[in-house]
Structure formats: C-alpha cells, structure tokens
C-alpha cells in the first residue's frame, strides 16, 4: 500500500515537471502566454486517460509552471483551475479515447480567453476573437498533438507502461 501511494506521488511529480519543460520550450518560441499561444505541454492533458496519477500532476505542473514563467495572478489561479476542469474531464472521459483532449480544450478556451480579456483591461467585446485564438492553440496542442501522443502510446507496450499506473 506504501509503495502504492509512492508510486502514485512520483508519477504525478513526473507528470508536473514534464508539464513545466514542456512550457519552457513554448517560452523560448513565444507560444506560452498571451492571446495567441500553444503550449506544447498541453498535449500531456490526455494522460489521465492511462493514469488518475496525471490529474494532480498536471494540475500541479501547470500551477508552477504559471508561477516559475511570470504569469499573472488571475492566470496562476484560473488558468490553472481551467486545467484541473480539463484533466478531470478528460479522466471521466478514459473509455472514450478519442474525447479526451475536448474538455481541456473548452475549459481553457472559456477560462483562459475571460482571464486573458480581463486581466488585461481589453474590451469585452475581444472576447470572442480571443477564444477563438486560445482555440485553436488548444486544438494544436491538445487535439492534434494530444491525439499524436495517444496514438504512439498506443503503438508501443513499453511507453504505455511508462505512462500507465
């Protein structure tokens, strides 16, 4: 049972700072922050498909991450909450595996397009413009590289045991 909860603990830690160097490499492209981004470490939002250990690993990845790259305070707490939404989404969505990625996408686009227009003092009427672009970086990296993920862990047994709790 020990061992268990270990297991458990370091797989989500695992999860959490694969999550942060994910972003860090969006960073270093521009993608990260703002009206117009695609992290990459989003497409690590299908892993509770393979493990419940994923769910407090990227939330707790994505609300470090927030903080460590300089984010808002409105972002570090919604944008992170928008993400829990997402993979607990995704987790009651694990016997349909190619409807994971859609509540990580409609909880950020909702979420993250509200923070980005009101944190920011821009008209309310950017709203539906900004979803759009927090939409389609969520479509690229959840939908597209997310399904990408799934389907190469789905082809080799000894990354899916690495993924798999």
Not at 39 to 56: D, G, K, N, Q, T
Not at 82 to 102: I, N, Y
Not at 105 to 117: K, P, R
Request: proline share 4%; aromatic share 8%.
């Amino acid at each position: 049972m020990k061992n268990r909860k270990i297991l458990f603990i370091t797989h989500s830690a695992v999860i959490a700072a694969l999550y942060y160097a994910l972003t860090l490499l969006s960073k270093m492209v521009g993608l990260a922050d703002g009206a117009v981004q695609c992290r990459f470490s989003e497409m690590l939002c299908i892993l509770p498909l393979y493990s419940p250990a994923a769910v407090p690993g990227l939330f707790v990845g994505c609300f470090l991450t927030n903080i460590l790259i300089g984010a808002n305070v409105w972002d570090i707490v919604f944008g992170s909450l928008a993400t829990l939404l997402g993979v607990l989404g995704a987790r009651a969505l694990r016997k349909h595996k190619w409807l994971v990625s859609l509540p990580t996408v409609i909880s950020n686009t909702v979420i993250v397009a509200l923070v980005i227009v009101l944190s920011t003092g821009l008209p309310f009427s950017t709203l539906p413009m900004t979803m759009l672009t927090v939409c389609i970086g969520e479509v690229i990296s959840c939908g597209l590289f997310g399904t990408a993920l799934i389907l190469v862990i789905e082809r080799y047994d000894s990354v899916k045991k690495l993924f798999s709790l």
